[in-house]
T-cell receptor, first 114, second 117 residues
């Protein structure tokens, strides 16, 4: 069965600090997809990134970067030089190939303090 | 291009009443998902459809919950009778399913905040 664990329930950092959000997943499939979503205070869920299990290259998009390591079943998300607008709940999610389900972790609430 | 549209945005009802939540997926998307979000349980998948057919409803909490997708552009989630513990934000999401499973991102609606008193 698939499972996503986000051990950090809540994190607070001061603006301009770097912060890493952890995500550990469990799956028996060799082909699967990993996602990160952002939920700002307004409540909508915003897609950030999708990776497939065959692509272990790290990805950088502006201040955001993702570190995918199959050896530790982790897909961590780092925000560099954090800003107040980054304050949100961030969800990691997993889907297995051949199964339409996308299962979410419990989320990490990130507070960026001015 | 319009995103996923949910209605109503807010619903307040009394225990025992029937509640119907509505969703219009993105045109061309063939998979539709209903999620429920609460503080305690996070985002839970209730049911999903592929090409209008319910595929997995194992997340539906009780028989009081039912979902339909009569056509590719409309789905409903019904709770009858509603109870205070059903209070939550209900999200609808859609995606385009490819062969081998869903690997396209989910596009979420803005959610319906349900309060049952």
């Amino acid at each position: 069965a698939q499972k996503v664990t986000q051990a950090q329930t809540e994190i607070s950092v001061v603006e301009k600090e770097d912060v890493t959000l952890d995500c550990v997943y469990e799956t028996r499939d060799t082909t699967y997809y990993l996602f990160w979503y952002k939920q700002p205070p307004s409540g909508e869920l915003v897609f950030l990134i999708r990776r497939n299990s065959f692509d272990e290259q790290n990805e950088i998009s502006g201040r955001y970067s993702w570190n995918f390591q199959k050896s530790t079943s982790s897909f961590n998300f780092t925000i560099t030089a954090s800003q107040v607008v980054d304050s949100a709940v961030y969800f990691c999610a997993l889907s297995e190939a051949g199964d339409d389900k996308i299962i979410f972790g419990k989320g990490t609430r990130l507070h960026i303090l001015p | 291009d319009a995103g996923v549209i949910q209605s109503p945005r807010h619903e307040v009802t009394e225990m025992g009443q029937e509640v119907t939540l509505r969703c219009k997926p993105i045109s061309g998307h063939n998979s539709l998902f209903w999620y429920r979000q609460t503080m305690m349980r996070g985002l839970e998948l209730l049911i999903y459809f592929n090409n209008n057919v319910p595929i997995d409803d194992s997340g539906m909490p009780e028989d009081r919950f039912s979902a339909k997708m009569p056509n590719a552009s409309f789905s409903t989630l019904k709770i009858q009778p509603s109870e205070p513990r059903d209070s939550a934000v209900y999200f609808c999401a859609s995606s385009s399913r490819r062969a081998g499973g869903v690997d396209s991102p989910l596009h979420f609606g803005n959610g319906t905040r349900l309060t049952v008193t």
